[in-house]
Structure formats: C-alpha cells, structure tokens
C-alpha cells in the first residue's frame, strides 16, 4: 500500500484526490503571492512553491538544509528565509499552505519528511556552513519540530541532510521507483528517506557538523530506570515500548510524546496529548479496566508516561481468531459460542466506559484496536491521550473513523455513540460505512440478526443510538457530492441485467454460512505497473 495513502483520504470524504488538486485548493500562506525579485522565478511542485534565480545552476546532489516551524510561527519563518534566500541568490521551495503543514505533520504523517516546511539548496558545503551560520542565528529560539531525517544545527530550527536536489529515481530492491542519488561510479542508487539521520557511505561528515553529530548521540536511554525491550508501534507523535523497570524487574509500557509532532486536528501536539493523558489517568485510577501509571518524565524534550503492562490481545486480533463468518462452515452451536463470548466482552467494556463517565471524563477514543482483552476475557481500555473532562466544551480530534461519533454529539454522548458502534462490529465490523450514511446501521444490524443468535434489543437501541429517527443531518452537502459522482460515472456502469442487487450474500440455509459470491473487477486502463516508463533522470523539480 501506498505509505501516503491517507493523505489523499483527507483531501475529499467520498474521494482519493490530491491535497493540491483543483478540488482541494487550500489558502495558500500570504508569502506565495509575495512579488519576486527581478530575475526569480517561482513554479509549482505538488504541496511545494519553488523558488529560483533563473540563471542559477546548481548541482543535482548535494547538503540541502530544511527548516522546521510550528503552525503559529510558520509565517514568520517563511518571512526570515524569504528575505534571506533571496538576498543571496538561494533556491529554496515552502510547504504552500498552513493545511499542508498541518497534514505533513499529522500523528500518521510519514516520519521520514515530517517538520520539513522550508528546504534550501547551498551550492557547496562553504556556503552550507555559511547559511547554518547566519540564518541559524536569525532564526535561533523558533520552535518547530524535530527532523527526524536529518541532523540538527544547534538548537534551532535547522536541519541537514545529503540527499538528491534534482529528481533522479532507480529500482529499489523491492522493484519500486524511488528517489535516486549517483554514487561515485554514476550508478544510481536509492536516496534513503528515513525516519534516522544517515550519509551515503561515500560522503564524508563536514568537519563543522561533527559536534552536532555528538550532540545527537547525546540523547539516551542508557540512564534511565527502564530498560526499553520491544518496539510496539512508531508514528510520527513518537513510539510506544515494553520495557522493565531496572529497579524492580517489573514489565511496562512506555510511551512518547514529540514536541510540535504528531498534530491532531486542532494542532494540538503528542508531547501535551501524553500530559493529557497522564492527567486523565491519574484522575481515573483505581477503575478495573483503566491501566495504572507508573511514572511519567522528559528526556530530550520528549514526553514520557510509563503505564501498567497488560497482558492481552487487542481485540480486533481476538475478532479475527473467533469470527466464525471468516469460515465457510458454522454451525448453531459456533455462532452461539461467538456471541456468548461477544456479549461478555461488550458488557465488560460498557461498565468500564461507564465507570469513566461517572468520573467526570469522556474516553473519546473507544475502538477495536484500543480494547486490550485478557485470557479470562476481561479487558483493559488503552490510548487516553483525546480523554477529556465532560466540564469542557470538546470532540474528539482524532480517532477510528469506524467508532468515531459525529460532530453533532458531545459530552458521555460520543462514548454512547461509540459502544453502540461496538455492539454491531463485533459481529460485523463494517461500521465505517455509517459515516457515510448512519442509515446504513439498520442493514448491518440485520446481518448480524441473519447470522448470530442476538437479542433484537441488543441490535435495536445500538441502531437507534446511531441513527436516531427524525431528519439526518448528514444530508447537508451531500447533494453537491452526488453530482460530483455522477460525473465519473461511464455510460453503461450500472448493473447488468439479472444481476443482484443485495449487497451481501443472503442469509445462510439450514444453519450454515455459504461462502461469500466471488467478485471481479471489469478491465479498464492499464496500470502504471504494467508500463515501462522512461523516466528522465533530472528535472528542474526539486526533492525534500
């Protein structure tokens, strides 16, 4: 799968479109309609404005520098570089607008290219020490957030890596065209982008960034009282790890907040969100299911909270192991033992949920993935990082789009909304649809009554919770996306005649569940996979 694959999920909520399309035009930062300087020219590449002299040449590799800024200083740093790049004949490209930013930087925004919204192109490595010395001066004290590509200049905004400026590409070993840089030989080789600051073996680290080089080793775990043992998850907010306590011998989780990384919807960045969450859990504790805290500190600017281990599966994985219709037999007796232990479950997380609604506080992000089930099938909630106290005026801003309540609930309402969403996923886990049409409840609660031996009660208030009766204020806008639809529609698209219309297998005969109908695509367009591309190995297009 495409690494960036959400990005082109945010920009349309019916369609895969580009951030940049003409469909998704965004407002650009005030800078972009800056006059140029005599001379400049400006072009547009994707999310990028790229600015140059005309006459200027500069090499197709070489130590670029990025500038990372936050949301609220963004614009002045654009001001600073702007004056400095063009006073000196620099090329240089911005991120074109603060939505942009804002998505590049998000909690599941690539790691490897996050917190880059200006890049610089010296010509060599003196006027590289050069641009670090003095914009690195103007710029000292701006905040913004960790580059985790790159090496850091001081404790400033700026960045360097050695990558390509000019877009060359190559196979990967993989057999996928990714950027490129020439080694010695002219070979063309992989420009490695990852989330970890490394140099092509045949360059050598100028002299003048080495004590920052030292200056990131610095940073280590070596002293802490945990001894780090696994990596669970990374994103771009920071990572969660087991680990144990050195004093004690005792399993832990440990989890990490970036400073300015990992955005939420609101701006808001990991580091708070893990203080958030601290604080909601130390306001929970005691309740089963809420998992205790073992410690909380900050090393290197990153947030830390250091949690109870618990020792379960999340349930998502448990849904997997156990759904009988992944089977193409069950019988009575199965899908009884299924939705015996479903119910169990369910009714484990509605008190836990509930006990935190007593508490004054709104879980906020209840899904599959975040419900940890031990062997005797009781459960712990985990991820309080959007928990808020129902005395503030809040939503939730990030969450699974499956269980997420729309933004007409508030309050213990969106935590109702969510274990609603649960009764029907449990058993069908195709509530993503309901963001589409919350109407879409009912049908996937007559599958579930098709199959599994549930209370019509059970089935009934979670669909009336979802879709309650009375106009759907989701219609709003709509109309606009059905024209929209229409219009990539082919002449001839619709069904075949005599072909169902149901869109699930109907109900299974004599107890059984049948296999589902197999599908197939109609043939259209060869795929880019299926070409072989000439691809030109420089354009004027810069790379990150």
């Known amino acids: 799968m495409e690494s960036q694959y959400e990005a082109f999920c945010l920009a349309d909520p019916l369609f895969y479109d580009s951030l940049t399309g003409s469909s998704t035009a965004t407002d650009d930062f005030p800078l972009a309609a800056r006059s140029l300087p005599a001379g400049w020219r400006r072009h547009e590449a994707e999310e990028w404005l790229v600015f140059r002299p005309a006459e200027l040449r500069v090499p197709p590799q070489g130590w670029k520098v990025h500038v990372s800024a936050c949301l609220d200083n963004a614009e002045r740093v654009l001001g600073a570089v702007w004056d400095y790049c063009t006073a000196r004949d620099l090329e240089f490209k911005f991120l074109r607008s603060p939505r942009i930013m804002l998505i590049r930087n998000a909690k599941y925004a690539d790691r490897g290219s996050s917190g880059k919204l200006v890049t610089i192109y010296p010509h060599d490595e003196a006027q590289l020490e050069q641009v670090l010395t003095e914009l690195g001066e103007t710029l000292d004290g701006e905040p913004g957030p960790y580059i985790l590509s790159d090496l850091r200049w001081g404790g400033g905004p700026l960045y360097v890596r050695y990558g390509g400026f000019a877009q060359r590409f190559c196979l990967s070993d993989r057999g996928r065209l990714v950027p490129a840089l020439a080694d010695p030989t002219g070979t063309l080789v992989p420009d490695t982008r990852g989330p970890v600051f490394a140099v092509p073996p045949w360059v050598s680290l100028p002299a003048f960034l080495e004590p920052h080089l030292l ?82 500190f900050t090393l290197g600017d990153h947030e830390f909270l250091v949690l109870e281990f618990i020792d379960g599966k999340p349930l998502s994985r448990c849904q997997v192991e156990r759904c009988p219709l992944i089977r193409t037999t069950a019988d009575a007796e199965t899908l009884a033992n299924y939705t015996e232990w479903a119910l169990r479950v369910y009714r484990n997380v509605e008190r836990t949920i509930d006990a935190i609604n007593a508490r004054g506080v709104v879980y906020g992000d209840l899904h599959m993935f975040n419900v940890l089930v031990r062997p005797d099938d009781t459960i712990a909630l985990i991820d309080y990082e959007i928990a808020w106290s129902l005395s503030e005026r809040r939503r939730q801003t990030l969450g699974n789009q499956a269980f ?93 005649a005599g072909s169902p219309t149901r869109s699930w297998p109907a109900p299974p005969q004599s107890g059984k569940i049948g296999s589902f109908p197999a599908t197939s695509c109609s043939s259209g367009p060869a795929s880019a996979a299926s070409a072989s591309p000439t691809v030109p190995p420089v354009c004027s297009t810069r790379c990150r």
């Open 215 to 296: 200056a990131r080793k610095a940073n280590s775990t070596n002293d802490l009282p945990y001894h780090i043992e696994q990596v669970l998850h990374f994103s771009n907010g920071g990572g969660l790890y087991v680990g144990r306590d050195r004093r004690t011998g005792e399993k832990v989780v440990l989890k990490e907040g970036r400073p300015h990384a990992g955005l939420d919807g609101t701006g808001t960045d990991a580091a708070t969100r893990v203080r958030r969450e601290h604080s909601m859990l130390e306001r929970l504790a005691g309740i089963p299911g809420v998992p205790r805290v073992h410690d909380a």
């Open 404 to 496: 997420s309540a729309p933004r007409d609930r508030s309050g213990s309402d969106a935590d109702k909304y969510s274990l609603a969403c649960l009764r029907l996923a449990l058993f069908v886990p195709l509530t993503a649809l309901v963001r589409l049409g919350p109407a879409k409840a009912r049908h996937i609660a007559d599958i579930v009554a098709d199959h599994y031996p549930v209370s019509p009660a059970f089935l009934t208030e979670a669909v009336e919770v979802i879709a309650p009766a009375g106009p759907d204020p989701r219609r709003r806008g709509r109309a606009s996306r059905r024209r929209r639809s229409s219009r990539i529609r082919t002449a001839g698209s619709g069904p075949a």
